[in-house]
């Protein structure tokens, strides 16, 4: 069974930047497309970004599409979140996500994966 751990979030202001990483232990890292998902208060889970197996293969919700960038050093067994140009509404819960069946892109769906970090708190001022 993989165990994920996210880092990186904090309070940033709005035209700020944050990188989160989420980094996986307990099995083969290179088994797993990876998402990045979301979740604000009294909102359900969101899809943003997610990336196949060996980092060829990305896909990402509109909302974020030119801001946010995902990536991964599998020797590290790390998945990475840059993300830049952060707006209010990009306040939220953001927890990465481990998919062992995909083998392009991690799917949108969370109902898709299979192993679940705990989450890290992203918090944009205006």
């Known amino acids: 069974q993989v165990q994920m751990a996210e880092s990186g979030g904090g309070l940033v202001q709005a035209g700020g930047s944050l990188r989160l990483s989420c980094a996986a232990s307990g099995g083969t890292f290179t088994n797993y497309a990876m998402g990045w998902f979301r979740q604000a208060p009294g909102k359900e889970r969101e899809f943003v970004a997610a990336i196949s197996w060996g980092g060829h293969y990305t896909n990402y919700a509109n909302s974020v599409k030119d801001r946010f960038t995902v990536s991964r050093v599998n020797a590290k067994n790390t998945v990475y979140l840059q993300m830049n140009s952060l707006e209010p509404e990009d306040t939220a819960v953001y927890y990465c996500?481990?998919?062992?069946?995909?083998?392009?892109?991690?799917?949108?769906?969370?109902?898709?994966?299979?192993?679940w970090g705990q989450g890290t708190q992203v918090t944009v001022s205006s």
């Open positions: 996500a481990a998919d062992k069946r995909s083998r392009g892109a991690g799917p949108p769906s969370p109902y898709e994966y299979d192993y």
